[in-house]
């Protein structure tokens, strides 16, 4: 009988362990934000230049050939 009761906290334990991993990977990145290509392409774009590197002069060109300035 207390192999029985040994075997039932053992599954009961395992289960929570589960539980708890699932509920990291969940939780993991949960306040961070990703990004599409576009958004990281203008992101990039953006951290160069704050970084020193030269503004970006080059236009967008949208779906209706409108050019857009640059996003910075």
Sequence with gaps: ???SRAQHRL???LAVAI???ALLLRLRG???TG???DQAF???????WVN???P??????TSVRFRHPPPL
């Design 19 to 21: 539980l708890l991993f």
């Design 1 to 3: 009988m207390s192999s």
């Design 35 to 37: 990004l599409w290509g």
């Design 56 to 61: 970006a002069l080059a236009a967008t060109k």
């Design 11 to 13: 599954y009961i334990a």
């Design 42 to 48: 203008t992101l990039n774009t953006a951290m160069r």
């Design 52 to 54: 020193g590197g030269a």
């Design 30 to 32: 949960l306040d961070t």
